[in-house]
């Protein structure tokens, strides 16, 4: 199994991006590297640790956790009491499993001793040479964190706001150089051990007999060698480093601690950056029986089309192959296995040209509306399964509740991904699979490319290699689970439900002038989506954009940004509207910390990519606040202004922002991709609806130049900041029942008597609008908005209760309740009214046949 154990070390790559937005790290837990089903998986940092008492607990004598008491000062108090306390908690579960690192090392070392004293004598078991190889720099190892244990322990037991630990962190880094010689002596100790305990019965009978930890686990002193030589000595600097980022967190910036805290992370930063180069290409994983190794580079799950229809892979890139699997059906209790659907070795892929692209299998996109109706339905059985939790029997139905989930997020997974990915075999086959994100396509062309630089050789594996191969694949895999959510454990951040404010202020490092514009994604539901684009900056290197956003957050964790090069050869575009031809520039991503973004003040921030630097800040409004509806104090404005009182001033029947807006559209824009769905540039926005709030002259002007995104927005900002809605309060309920009546008679009659039931202001212009989105509608095949499009995007701006009445009667548990609550039935209504025949107002007025009723 030495080609399994030869890739533990560099699972932990990519320490130094780690996200580090939650508290506390992970302890040493599960050291032995067993799964509950008894085979060995591979020791594993998650990327984004979470603090559980289990993982930070104290361990009592015999290896146990100890549920520790919470600390007073995590009770509602001051915040520098809190982080006070929080910095004592990280410190203490540090502590710990510091104590047990401590003790592994010593029991390592115990053999030592005895095959030391032998060495000399005519019977050595090793010589000394071999026994200086095997258990090389362990000593200093266990010398340098015993002497930081002892130091750090007494600090914890007299704690206070004075005690000061960075000068023991700073001192732990200064000796990393230690490590840096235990790893590139690793490979050859390893070696060492291995001949030694098959060629000396003797050392073979010590490794059986000696043993790790504590004495129920008989693990080979042999098997305990090689798993510490490879990844707990390296495991002990990340898990070091991520306790750094946490105590930084909780330590105030005057604090004598800060600067040392942060020297220390820099050190342990740069250290774990520079072996994980170093480690790379050692990174082993399977060696072929003609003594070449292959290794794991890549993996995630990615959406294929296979005969026409969507199927969910894993897909494994290694060094000179690409091999694309499925989870096979096992029985309750069988190991899990994969089954390779097909492979390409490196040397003869290809990604094809936009040319090849008729080729292509065609796969059948699914109605936009259809996605956003899943989503409803998931955040429905979230909010259903946050109230089950806390009843008393809930715990059944939670489990079922979950499993549909789980279908849900699965089918959205499947159905959602647009961005083709196709690669090619040089003998004719062709494989497209679907993205949901550039960036991810990106990263999976970059890395391909990476590896075809080198000298590859075509390869072609027997039936008997492949299924080895493939059969690996369960242990050498980094991603593990489909992104759902149901695949998190209950503790993990729910991420943000609301709006980001993102301005994206200007992007320097480019060698060349250039067209440049940037897009903005954030993840949703597992995958990513792109929210916004910036404008075009021509024939620049340092382009000045300094445009704000609106992105709708639904459950997002991170923010990424892609620089793109603008593409005007008419050449090279393609037919196929997911297709982006433009050049990738740089692309990077930020965590969404809610401690950061949740403040009230803008937080500015760099993307550094392919050294490039993009400068851009942030801010974020929870979906509560974002959805009030807030009356304008200036009653001479238009926006936060009842719409009687505006028409009513005008002399008009419809508010002229309305009849402006809609005629913009019509000119210039209904053949715009994603109109009325794409966000407008927020400046834009906030511009036009302070021209039209002070009733500025140049109004058309300012109309005629604006992008046409912006001028949608501000109509839907116009609806949206409306102080009760244009379908009015008084009649919600009724409309809410209206909709969900099952004879189509009587649900006629109730909706026309509901519409006769409106004020007159605000029956024409919901009219009017109504006529503009039909008009829009039957442009869908260019524009792609169907009337299903645009009554998700406009029936809760114009059904949404005021504040005061969302409320009533109700309790709102999470912002995902206040999202999923109603709007299926707001979209409905809207659709309801968008796919009847014209409606007239005189008719409407004059037209006594309808049932009456007070409503």
Same mark, same amino acid.
């Given at each position: 199994?030495?080609?399994?154990?030869?890739?533990?070390?560099?699972?932990?790559?990519?320490?130094?991006?780690?996200?580090?937005?939650?508290?506390?790290?992970?302890?040493?837990?599960?050291?032995?590297?067993?799964?509950?089903?008894?085979?060995?998986?591979?020791?594993?940092?998650?990327?984004?640790?979470? *603090?559980?008492?289990?993982?930070?607990?104290?361990?009592?004598?015999?290896?146990?956790?100890?549920?520790?008491?919470?600390?007073?000062?995590?009770?509602?108090?001051?915040?520098?009491?809190?982080?006070?306390?929080?910095?004592?908690?990280?410190?203490?579960?540090?502590?710990?499993?510091?104590?047990?690192?401590?003790?592994?090392?010593?029991?390592?070392?115990?053999?030592?001793?005895?095959?030391?004293?032998?060495?000399?004598?005519?019977?050595?078991?090793?010589?000394?040479?071999?026994?200086?190889?095997?258990?090389?720099?362990?000593?200093?190892?266990?010398?340098?964190?015993?002497?930081?244990?002892?130091?750090?322990?007494?600090?914890?037991?007299?704690?206070?706001?004075?005690?000061?630990?960075?000068?023991?962190?700073?001192?732990?880094?200064?000796?990393?150089?230690?490590?840096?010689?235990?790893?590139?002596?690793?490979?050859?100790?390893?070696?060492?051990?291995?001949?030694?305990?098959?060629?000396?019965?003797?050392?073979?009978?010590?490794?059986?007999?000696?043993?790790?930890?504590?004495?129920?686990?008989?693990?080979?002193?042999?098997?305990?060698?090689?798993?510490?030589?490879?990844?707990?000595?390296?495991?002990?600097?990340?898990?070091?480093?991520?306790?750094?980022?946490?105590?930084?967190?909780?330590?105030?910036?005057?604090?004598?601690?800060?600067?040392?805290?942060?020297?220390?992370?820099?050190?342990?930063?740069?250290?774990?950056?520079?072996?994980?180069?170093?480690?790379?290409?050692?990174?082993?994983?399977?060696?072929?029986?003609?003594?070449?190794?292959?290794?794991?580079?890549?993996?995630?799950?990615?959406?294929?089309?296979?005969?026409?229809?969507?199927?969910?892979?894993?897909?494994?890139?290694?060094?000179?192959?690409?091999?694309?699997?499925? *989870?096979?059906?096992?029985?309750?209790?069988?190991?899990?296995?994969?089954?390779?659907?097909?492979?390409?070795?490196?040397?003869?892929?290809?990604?094809?040209?936009?040319?090849?692209?008729?080729?292509?299998?065609?796969?059948?996109?699914?109605?936009?509306?259809?996605?956003?109706? *899943?989503?409803?339905?998931?955040?429905?059985?979230?909010?259903?399964?946050?109230?089950?939790?806390?009843?008393?029997?809930?715990?059944?139905?939670?489990?079922?509740?979950?499993?549909?989930?789980?279908?849900?997020?699965?089918?959205?997974?499947?159905?959602?991904?647009?961005?083709?990915?196709?690669?090619?075999?040089?003998?004719?086959?062709?494989?497209?699979?679907?993205?949901?994100?550039?960036?991810?396509?990106?990263?999976?062309?970059?890395?391909?490319?990476?590896?075809?630089?080198?000298?590859?050789?075509?390869?072609?594996?027997?039936?008997?290699?492949?299924?080895?191969?493939?059969?690996?694949?369960?242990?050498?895999?980094?991603?593990?689970?489909?992104?759902?959510?149901?695949?998190?454990?209950?503790?993990?951040?729910?991420?943000?439900?609301?709006?980001?404010?993102?301005?994206?202020?200007?992007?320097?490092?480019?060698?060349?002038?250039?067209?440049?514009?940037?897009?903005?994604?954030?993840?949703?539901?597992?995958?990513?989506?792109?929210?916004?684009?910036?404008?075009?900056?021509?024939?620049?290197?340092?382009?000045?954009?300094?445009?704000?956003?609106?992105?709708?957050?639904?459950?997002?964790?991170?923010?990424?940004?892609?620089?793109?090069?603008?593409?005007?050869?008419?050449?090279?575009?393609?037919?196929?509207?997911?297709?982006?031809?433009?050049?990738? =520039?740089?692309?990077?991503?930020?965590?969404?910390?809610?401690?950061?973004?949740?403040?009230?003040?803008?937080?500015?921030?760099?993307?550094?990519?392919?050294?490039?630097?993009?400068?851009?800040?942030?801010?974020?409004?929870?979906?509560?606040?974002?959805?009030?509806?807030?009356?304008?104090?200036?009653?001479?404005?238009?926006?936060?202004?009842?719409?009687?009182?505006?028409?009513?001033?005008?002399?008009?029947?419809?508010?002229?922002?309305?009849?402006?807006?809609?005629?913009?559209?019509?000119?210039?824009?209904?053949?715009?991709?994603?109109?009325?769905?794409?966000?407008?540039?927020?400046?834009?926005?906030?511009?036009?609806?302070?021209?039209?709030?002070?009733?500025?002259?140049?109004?058309?002007? =300012?109309?005629?130049? =604006?992008?046409?995104?912006?001028?949608?927005?501000?109509?839907?900002?116009?609806?949206?900041?409306?102080?009760?809605?244009?379908?009015?309060?008084?009649?919600?309920?009724?409309?809410?029942?209206?909709?969900?009546?099952?004879?189509?008679?009587?649900?006629?009659?109730? *909706? =026309?008597?509901?519409?006769?039931?409106?004020?007159?202001?605000?029956?024409?212009?919901?009219?009017?609008?109504?006529?503009?989105?039909?008009?829009?509608?039957?442009?869908?095949?260019?524009?792609?908005?169907?009337?299903?499009?645009?009554?998700?995007?406009?029936?809760?701006?114009?059904?949404?209760?005021?504040?005061?009445?969302?409320?009533?009667?109700?309790?709102?548990?999470?912002?995902?309740?206040?999202?999923?609550?109603?709007?299926?039935?707001?979209?409905?209504?809207?659709?309801?009214?968008?796919?009847?025949?014209?409606?007239?107002?005189?008719?409407?007025?004059?037209?006594?046949?309808?049932?009456?009723?007070?409503?």
């Amino acid at each position: 199994k030495l080609w399994f154990i030869s890739i533990l070390l560099p699972r932990f790559q990519l320490v130094d991006d780690f996200n580090y937005n939650t508290d506390g790290y992970e302890g040493d837990g599960a050291e032995d590297g067993k799964s509950q089903d008894g085979s060995e998986t591979m020791p594993f940092i998650d990327e984004s640790p979470t *603090m559980s008492p289990q993982l930070c607990a104290p361990r009592g004598p015999d290896g146990e956790t100890v549920s520790p008491t919470p600390p007073e000062g995590l009770l509602p108090g001051g915040d520098i009491e809190k982080g006070l306390e929080m910095k004592k908690l990280v410190l203490s579960g540090f502590l710990a499993s510091e104590e047990i690192y401590i003790n592994q090392l010593e029991a390592l070392l115990l053999p030592m001793r005895p095959l030391k004293a032998t060495a000399t004598t005519s019977q050595p078991v090793l010589t000394i040479q071999q026994i200086e190889t095997i258990f090389y720099k362990i000593q200093d190892i266990f010398e340098i964190h015993k002497e930081f244990y002892d130091a750090l322990l007494p600090n914890i037991q007299q704690w206070d706001e004075k005690v000061t630990v960075g000068h023991l962190f700073q001192k732990l880094a200064s000796q990393l150089g230690v490590y840096k010689a235990f790893v590139d002596n690793y490979k050859v100790a390893l070696e060492t051990a291995e001949k030694c305990s098959q060629a000396n019965s003797q050392f073979q009978k010590i490794s059986e007999v000696c043993c790790l930890g504590s004495t129920a686990d008989k693990t080979p002193l042999f098997s305990s060698l090689s798993t510490a030589l490879l990844y707990k000595p390296i495991d002990r600097v990340t898990r070091s480093t991520l306790v750094l980022h946490d105590l930084l967190k909780h330590t105030p910036k005057d604090h004598p601690d800060f600067p040392l805290l942060q020297d220390a992370l820099r050190i342990s930063q740069n250290f774990l950056s520079s072996i994980n180069e170093e480690i790379d290409p050692r990174r082993t994983a399977v060696t072929t029986p003609k003594g070449e190794a292959r290794q794991l580079v890549k993996d995630g799950f990615l959406v294929e089309v296979s005969e026409g229809s969507r199927k969910l892979r894993h897909v494994f890139l290694f060094t000179d192959l690409l091999l694309c699997a499925k *989870m096979k059906k096992t029985a309750v209790g069988r190991h899990q296995q994969y089954e390779c659907k097909w492979y390409i070795p490196l040397a003869d892929l290809t990604f094809q040209t936009l040319d090849d692209s008729d080729s292509c299998p065609h796969v059948q996109m699914l109605p936009e509306h259809e996605i956003e109706e *899943m989503k409803i339905k998931i955040s429905v059985i979230k909010s259903e399964i946050q109230k089950e939790k806390k009843a008393p029997k809930g715990q059944s139905r939670v489990e079922r509740l979950r499993k549909k989930m789980n279908e849900q997020e699965s089918w959205l997974l499947l159905h959602s991904p647009t961005i083709p990915f196709r690669i090619h075999n040089k003998h004719g086959k062709s494989y497209q699979f679907l993205l949901s994100s550039d960036y991810e396509r990106s990263e999976w062309r970059e890395s391909i490319q990476k590896l075809q630089k080198k000298d590859l050789q075509a390869c072609v594996l027997s039936s008997v290699e492949l299924q080895v191969l493939t059969s690996s694949c369960f242990k050498l895999r980094t991603v593990h689970n489909i992104p759902v959510t149901s695949n998190k454990d209950d503790e993990e951040t729910p991420g943000l439900y609301g709006f980001l404010h993102v301005i994206v202020h200007s992007a320097k490092g480019f060698k060349e002038s250039a067209n440049l514009y940037c897009t903005l994604e954030v993840d949703s539901y597992g995958y990513f989506v792109s929210k916004a684009k910036t404008r075009v900056f021509r024939d620049t290197t340092e382009p000045q954009w300094n445009e704000e956003f609106e992105i709708e957050l639904e459950g997002s964790q991170c923010l990424r940004i892609l620089c793109y090069e603008k593409c005007y050869d008419k050449s090279k575009l393609n037919k196929d509207d997911n297709e982006i031809v433009d050049k990738i =520039m740089g692309k990077g991503q930020v965590q969404l910390d809610p401690q950061t973004v949740q403040s009230k003040n803008w937080h500015m921030d760099v993307i550094e990519m392919n050294g490039i630097k993009v400068e851009f800040s942030m801010k974020f409004t929870s979906r509560d606040l974002s959805l009030k509806r807030t009356p304008s104090k200036k009653q001479s404005g238009v926006f936060g202004v009842k719409i009687n009182v505006v028409t009513k001033r005008e002399r008009s029947k419809v508010p002229y922002i309305v009849r402006q807006c809609i005629e913009e559209v019509e000119k210039r824009g209904i053949d715009e991709v994603g109109i009325y769905r794409i966000s407008g540039v927020a400046t834009d926005i906030q511009a036009l609806k302070t021209a039209f709030d002070t009733n500025t002259k140049d109004i058309l002007v =300012m109309l005629s130049d =604006m992008d046409i995104n912006a001028i949608a927005g501000t109509l839907k900002l116009y609806f949206r900041e409306l102080p009760e809605p244009l379908l009015t309060d008084r009649l919600y309920p009724a409309f809410m029942e209206g909709i969900a009546l099952s004879d189509p008679a009587a649900k006629e009659n109730c *909706m =026309m008597h509901l519409l006769r039931s409106l004020p007159d202001p605000n029956l024409i212009t919901f009219l009017t609008l109504l006529e503009h989105l039909k008009r829009v509608a039957e442009k869908e095949p260019i524009n792609k908005m169907s009337l299903h499009n645009l009554a998700t995007v406009f029936g809760p701006t114009l059904l949404r209760p005021s504040e005061s009445e969302s409320t009533k009667g109700q309790h709102i548990t999470s912002a995902s309740d206040i999202w999923s609550h109603d709007v299926m039935a707001q979209v409905q209504v809207l659709l309801y009214y968008l796919q009847h025949p014209p409606i007239s107002f005189a008719e409407l007025k004059r037209n006594t046949l309808y049932f009456s009723t007070d409503v």
